[in-house]
């Protein structure tokens, strides 16, 4: 190993084409978030944030613990220097029943190594969501057209809901609808001026480059805007505002996991992620298959590794590009509205724009169809109509015919209820 370029010491790892000590790889990482920090919401001495974790429905749940530890050390790391202010954290984990019991261990061995006492969680089972079966309806999207009707499916738990939609790339997108909009609902119901989000360069990339080839280029911006707002309904305001950061934007995947070893982090990790988390460390110095199945990967997981093998072999840069042309997006001007499915701005009117580009039914020779045919008799097309967003029209066309949401309407004051009673464990200190 050559020496650290920074101080002369050994490197012990080489990143970015640089060799790094260790002290001096934490350091270059720690740097890279002092901007985010600096310009969070102070009130009161108090820097009150949230930080979500959300589990993907894949055999990558690590790839979230593994950030949000990082940035939980980071963010431990810089409240002992802040000056007459300091951090309280909240961890929000998105779980399903099932997936509950691994999270309590992990509080208690972060508050043991840490000894920081300003950090509360929460875990909120995602049936929340659903709330209760009368809210949901039914979905379809036949011919460019979404319509919607009550639903008639029953669902006993989050698990039998999600898995009742049958291809796993939409589930995927839904599950980042549902994880996108309760983060947003829980941050106005307990008042956080402050979301951080734990997403690495490498799963901002993904979420780019898979936004733009299935048609979700417009919620980039959204995404990414670092104020967000929630429309509400009986609030004054009518809209609840909050800074969103994502402070591990610049730093890479390869270096979340030098970062971790580096630290001994992997302690913190429940013993199944720690499993998961060894079988890929294995396969970074190629001894061990890959993980992915390409054949039953979803389209998140594909782009992901992608942009993972790109990092290993010396590619980066184009990691780090995705993520900054993605970061230039602007949401478009003009009147927009909220698409009733996955809550991200969109100009009305995508089914009359689709027909005015598609062609949707064949044409045969000499025999034009009448142009309502197909529309009348279609006993799919029951149900009222609705307007969704380009994005939404073309993912949920394969969700299957049980697909149900609960349509959104602005959020109001009785969701506190509502939500309260999904919080599994409040464990707060106070
Ligand atoms: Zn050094
Ligand atoms: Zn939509």
């Not at 431990?76 to 997936?99: D, G, R």
């Not at 956080?192 to 690495?200: A, D, I, M, R």
């Not at 602005?410 to 200190?429: Q, T």
Request: charged share 20%; aromatic share 10%; glycine share 4%.
């Amino acid at each position: 190993m050559p020496t650290c370029q920074r101080c002369e010491e050994p490197a012990v790892l080489t990143s970015r084409k640089q060799p790094f000590c260790k002290d001096c790889f934490i350091k270059f990482i720690r740097g890279k978030q002092r901007k985010v920090v600096q310009s969070l919401n102070i009130k009161d001495k108090i820097v009150d944030v949230l930080v979500p974790i959300s589990f993907d429905l894949s055999n990558t749940s690590y790839v979230s613990f593994n950030n949000a530890i990082v940035l939980l050390d980071i963010l431990i790391n810089f409240s002992k220097s802040l000056y007459k202010s300091y951090f309280k954290i909240t961890m929000l984990f998105l779980v399903t029943a099932e997936s509950s019991a691994n999270i309590k261990s992990f509080y208690t061995t972060l508050k043991e190594r840490y000894q920081f006492t300003n950090i509360d969680i929460k875990i909120l089972d995602l049936m929340a969501f659903i709330r209760n079966n009368e809210s949901l309806y039914n979905i379809n999207v036949h011919n460019n057209r979404a319509t919607s009707f009550p639903s008639v499916h029953k669902f006993e738990s989050f698990e039998d809901y999600i898995s009742s939609i049958t291809n796993t790339s939409t589930r995927e997108d839904l599950l980042f609808n549902i994880h996108w909009t309760v983060i947003k609902i829980f941050a106005y119901l307990h008042n956080f001026p402050t979301v951080l989000y734990s997403n690495s360069m490498g799963n901002i990339a993904t979420k780019i480059l898979s936004n733009i080839v299935k048609g979700k280029g417009i919620e980039i911006s959204q995404i990414l805007e670092e104020s967000q707002t929630l429309e509400i309904a009986d609030d004054e305001k009518k809209q609840f505002s909050f800074q969103a950061f994502y402070p591990l934007k610049d730093v890479l995947n390869t270096e979340i996991f030098q970062y971790i070893k580096l630290l001994n982090l992997t302690d913190l990790l429940p013993s199944d992620l720690q499993r998961q988390y060894e079988i890929i460390n294995d396969e970074e110095t190629g001894s061990n298959n890959k993980i992915l199945n390409v054949k039953t990967a979803t389209l998140n997981q594909l782009i992901n590794e992608y942009f993972n093998d790109l990092e290993k072999n010396g590619y980066s840069t184009i990691v780090s590009t995705v993520v900054s042309t993605g970061s230039k997006l602007a949401i478009p001007k003009g009147e927009l509205k909220e698409c009733p499915l996955c809550g991200f701005k969109m100009p009305g009117g995508a089914s009359k724009w689709l027909d005015h580009i598609t062609v949707n039914s064949p044409c045969e020779d000499g025999e034009s169809p009448s142009p309502s045919s197909s529309e009348n008799h279609n006993p799919q097309l029951s149900g009222n109509p609705l307007d969704i967003c380009y994005g939404c029209l073309v993912s949920f066309d394969t969700a299957g015919e049980k697909f149900s949401w609960p349509i959104a309407e602005p959020v109001s004051m009785s969701e506190k209820e509502i939500l309260n009673e999904y919080i599994i464990s409040d464990d707060d200190d106070e």
